[in-house]
């Protein structure tokens, strides 16, 4: 086997893609910051007992896991960033007021997520600890779509599900509560054969309910649809509402659908969850919602909500970037060219010295200017 050769869905990332990176990554950091999220930099290698408390099977499936030679304990390689942020808020912080948090860095996963994905995403995102309320998850859609539109996507897709709508259907049914993994599995899949197969021996109303989720999916008039068609149970109205409040405030800004059956998260969920999705991609580019029992494996329980997304998936679909204007320069010690360099460089150019013998190539400059040495002063003249 070459030397060189990577494993599969591992890639490098050249000059130009990783300057695309690069630049979104510090635009989103600093919008974040005029939100007043604070930067964590949690570390990529935990006991696994730690970086899985509160996460779903998802997230322990996707987890490379090795043994410590130091302690003999198991430790994994971070899949997922959400739980590590919410052991710092629970556990170190350790606040009593409502706390914002933002992440980057990346992740690995010991399967891609999707059709060409990369399995070591630069995971992207923001979470705020300590409201229970709507507008902490309305903050965090806004937070998710100015994200995007610093990408240029301006009018992404916005689909809306909620994990309450099931859990209250399942609350009713203690057969039905049983089987609440088989239920999740089929109804994420939209398995309707295998749904009408595991619902038989469940009672009337909870078997039509289950039955009637796959099918609820659309623009937002599927809410009323689903008034009139799911039990009249006070936590389905209290996750319908939530549901038309986030559609409502992400109008203009979005596409809006709704989907009751899109279960991706339910496991460690909480309340409404959001996925958006941009042309070019099939895969949603951003996930969030809220997930508010996670610190509970810290010895903390804080009301949360987040969202995440992968930035070499999303810079994948955007232009090949303009190749930076600089300037040549001969190499040399002169105090007189190190100074003019120098003042340069102050300014914000790029100055890039020749090395004797070599030619310049780069993907990331365009050699527009150069610097020449006329009657003792060193001065800029424009090349072709």
Known sequence: ????????????????????????????????????????????????????????????LRTFKLVDSMSGRLLGLRADMTTQVARIDAHLLNRDTVTRLCYAGSVLHTQPSGLHATREPL???????????????????????????????EQPRLDLSHVGVLRAILAEDAAAKRDEQLLYTLLRSKDVPGLIDATADYNEQTRAALLALPNLYGDIDVLARAKDVLPALPGIARALAELAALAGSALGRAQIAIDLADLRGYQYESGAMFALYVPGLPNAVARGGRYDHVGEAFGRARPATGFSLDLRELA???????????????WGNAPELREKIAELR???????????????????????????????NWILKNLG
Request: charged share 25%.
């Open 1 to 60: 086997m070459p030397t060189w050769l990577l494993p599969e869905n591992i890639a490098d990332v050249l000059p130009s893609e990783a300057r695309k990176i690069e630049e979104l990554r510090r635009l989103m950091l600093d919008t974040f910051r005029t939100y007043g999220y604070e930067l964590v930099m949690p570390p990529l290698l935990e006991y696994v007992d730690s970086l899985l408390a509160g996460a779903g099977q998802d997230t322990d």
């Open 123 to 153: 995971q992207i995102g923001a979470e705020i600890y300590g409201h229970a309320g709507l507008e902490a998850d309305a903050e965090i859609q806004e937070l998710a779509l100015a994200s995007l539109a610093l990408a240029g996507f």
């Open 316 to 330: 994948r679909l955007l232009p090949t970037a303009e190749r930076k204007h600089s300037i040549r320069a001969p």
């Open 346 to 376: 102050k300014a914000g150019e790029v100055v890039i010295q020749s090395m004797p013998g070599h030619d310049n190539v780069q993907d990331e400059f365009e050699c527009d200017r150069v610097l020449v040495l006329e009657q003792g």
